[in-house]
């Protein structure tokens, strides 16, 4: 007979079919059933995954158009501001031609006038008191240059120019003169620039009367000029602001100093 097991010991009984050779008909069946879970779980893994990016993309293809449609807002206003910023350069550049045609116009009507105006520099102060301006300019210039003129030179008008001085002070103020031939106001002029005139143990000055802004003009040849004198070359400053080069038989003008100074570094100063 059988033992009868001891009490507080455990028994185990055989499990069924062990020992049973396994058929390749359960092994498929437990593959498929394997796959099967595989595929099922896969699949709403796919699908969890594909609600979140399908989520995504379609907040990133919101933020895309709402992108292009502010890309096209800015594109045109972009478009807008560059055909108004063209209309305005152009408006520009078409005032500062008329400025410049209008600034040109008012120059020559300034100066247009005093083209047969001399200033005459150095006139003793008070040495015409008592006396008619006029004819005390025309009697010092037949005084001083008695050689220049044969007839006394008829004046239309003359004053000095700027404030009185100041009771005790040797500076004397310019004399502003208006001949009433061009003939002898452009020959005094000449004559000027070859001779002294002396007034009273004075060397008087003779100048084109003109603008500030056109002797501003003129003073800024002044270096080129200088320039040019010590090379021995030719030149004059015309009216009302272009200097006039003589070189190698060639004659050139220039309407700003840039301009002379260039052509005097490339064909002079070498």
């Known amino acids: 007979?059988?033992?009868?097991?001891?009490?507080?010991?455990?028994?185990?009984?055989?499990?069924?079919?062990?020992?049973?050779?396994?058929t390749m008909q359960q092994l498929s069946s437990l593959l498929e059933n394997h796959r099967t879970g595989m595929k099922d779980d896969m699949t709403a893994l796919i699908q969890t995954s594909s609600q979140s990016l399908h989520v995504s993309m379609d907040a990133l293809r919101g933020d895309m158009i709402a992108f292009n449609k502010r890309l096209i807002e800015m594109e045109t206003i972009v478009g807008e501001n560059f055909e108004r910023l063209t209309s305005a350069e152009a408006t520009i550049k078409?005032?500062?031609?008329?400025?410049?045609?209008?600034?040109?116009?008012?120059?020559?009507?300034?100066?247009?006038?005093?083209?047969?105006?001399?200033?005459?520099?150095?006139?003793?102060?008070?040495?015409?008191?008592?006396?008619e301006p006029k004819q005390f300019l025309a009697d010092l210039l037949m005084e001083t240059g008695p050689e220049l003129f044969t007839s006394?030179?008829?004046?239309?008008?003359?004053?000095?120019?700027?404030?009185?001085?100041?009771?005790?002070?040797?500076?004397?103020?310019?004399?502003?003169v208006c001949f009433h031939n061009y003939s002898d106001k452009d020959k005094l002029l000449r004559w000027a620039m070859k001779h002294e005139l002396k007034f009273r143990n004075v060397t008087l000055r003779v100048y084109q009367d003109m603008s500030a802004s056109l002797a501003k003009k003129r003073a800024a040849f002044n270096d080129i000029k200088q320039e040019l004198y010590r090379k021995g070359v030719r030149f004059g400053l015309l009216h009302p602001a272009r200097?006039?080069?003589t070189f190698e038989g060639e004659t050139v003008y220039f309407d700003t100093?840039?301009?002379?100074?260039?052509?005097?570094?490339?064909?002079?100063a070498g």
């Open 152 to 176: 006394t030179p008829l004046i239309d008008r003359t004053h000095r120019t700027g404030p009185v001085s100041e009771r005790g002070s040797t500076k004397s103020r310019s004399f502003v």
């Open 1 to 22: 007979m059988a033992a009868s097991p001891s009490p507080g010991e455990e028994t185990h009984s055989a499990p069924e079919n062990v020992g049973e050779p396994v």
């Open 94 to 131: 078409s005032m500062q031609s008329q400025n410049k045609l209008l600034y040109d116009h008012v120059e020559d009507l300034e100066n247009r006038p005093r083209r047969s105006n001399l200033r005459i520099v150095n006139v003793p102060e008070g040495s015409e008191t008592g006396r």
């Open 257 to 268: 100093p840039e301009e002379a100074k260039a052509f005097y570094d490339r064909r002079i």
């Open 243 to 245: 200097l006039r080069v």
